[in-house]
């Protein structure tokens, strides 16, 4: 499935990745998503991220940070990959035993290539809209996630990219 992104790029985006979360590594939760994009290829995300409790404003608010990686595998030979940060206010449930949650925010993403399975981003840079809501399993999570990246018309074309997922969030 990973054959067409190129093995420096997947490892240079890894080690980058890694290198910029480790000061809140301890803290952080792993967070794992596998999904289907508008090309009907597969994705695949991987975060490390960290939640702070925002009670004090409004019971059952938080914020997750996260940083991590997108790979976009493709079946042309022009797989892509990019370094995302995905901030999302989340609201959590009344306290019952899966306390649902739902979750909004945008954050950005850095693309290695300008362009995916004959889509044309026009830049690397693209802004990550996402919306979630999911339920805790055990000491984890699962989330089902609808993100679109686009560059909101820096420049023409702007052929964003829709993705939806299925991800699990486990603490480290």
Same mark, same amino acid.
């Given at each position: ?34 999904g ?5 290829? *597969? ?15 409004? *019971? ?26 995905? *901030? ?13 949650f ?21 830049t ?19 989330a089902?996630?609808f ?23 486990? *603490?480290?």
């Amino acid at each position: 499935m990973l054959k067409s992104i190129s093995a420096r790029a997947l490892l240079g985006s890894l080690l980058l990745g890694a290198t910029l979360s480790i000061p809140a590594l301890a803290e952080a939760d792993l967070y794992v998503a596998v999904g289907k994009n508008n090309e009907s290829e *597969p994705s695949v995300k991987l975060e490390l991220d960290r939640e702070y409790n925002l009670a004090h404003w409004q *019971p059952g608010l938080s914020l997750r940070l996260a940083g991590g990686v997108l790979l976009l595998p493709g079946d042309e030979g022009d797989g892509n990959a990019a370094l995302i940060v995905t *901030p999302a206010f989340r609201y959590t449930f009344a306290d019952t035993a899966t306390r649902p949650f739902v979750e909004a925010g945008v954050g950005g993403a850095l693309f290695l290539d300008t362009h995916y399975e004959g889509r044309d981003l026009s830049t690397a840079f693209q802004f990550e809209d996402r919306v979630a809501a999911g339920l805790h399993v055990g000491r984890g999570e699962v989330a089902v996630a609808f993100t679109h990246y686009s560059n909101a018309d820096i420049k023409k074309p702007n052929n964003g990219l829709d993705i939806v997922t299925l991800g699990y969030r486990h *603490p480290l």
